[in-house]
Nanobody, 121 residues
Framework: VQLQASGGGLVQAGGSLRLSCTASGDIFVINAMGWYRQAPGKQREMVATITDGGTTRYDTSVKGRFTISRDNGKSTVYLQMDSLKPEDTAVYYC????????????????WGKGTLVTVSS
């Protein structure tokens, strides 16, 4: 599975951005997709995830401001980010999970290259 993300950039506080990530390869193994972020000097953290059944999960810091959605036909996941704050500044990583690999004791995660989101105050 390969993940290609796009949509990062520089925006002023209060503005909006939309990230996109398209999966290719063995996409039939993907059970969930999502976005994680890593700010300078901090650990990578979950932002939002969505399963192939449409169940979503958000970090409390973005709930009500960010919306994750998925187009299964295009194997693409989107993250609409509104009311952005300077503390949202980070490198955002697209993620896909293959739960079947857990049975083999393998890492279930695939990662795309990050895309930088910078929110100026």
């Amino acid at each position: 599975v390969q993940l290609q993300a796009s949509g990062g950039g520089l925006v002023q506080a209060g503005g909006s951005l939309r990230l996109s990530c398209t999966a290719s390869g063995d996409i039939f193994v993907i059970n969930a997709m999502g976005w994680y972020r890593q700010a300078p000097g901090k650990q990578r953290e979950m932002v939002a995830t969505i399963t192939d059944g449409g169940t979503t999960r958000y970090d409390t810091s973005v709930k009500g401001r960010f919306t994750i959605s998925r187009d299964n036909g295009k194997s693409t996941v989107y993250l609409q980010m509104d009311s952005l704050k300077p503390e949202d500044t980070a490198v955002y990583y697209c993620n896909a999970e293959d739960w079947g690999r857990r049975l083999l004791g393998d890492d279930i995660n695939y990662w795309g290259k990050g895309t930088l989101v910078t929110v100026s105050s």
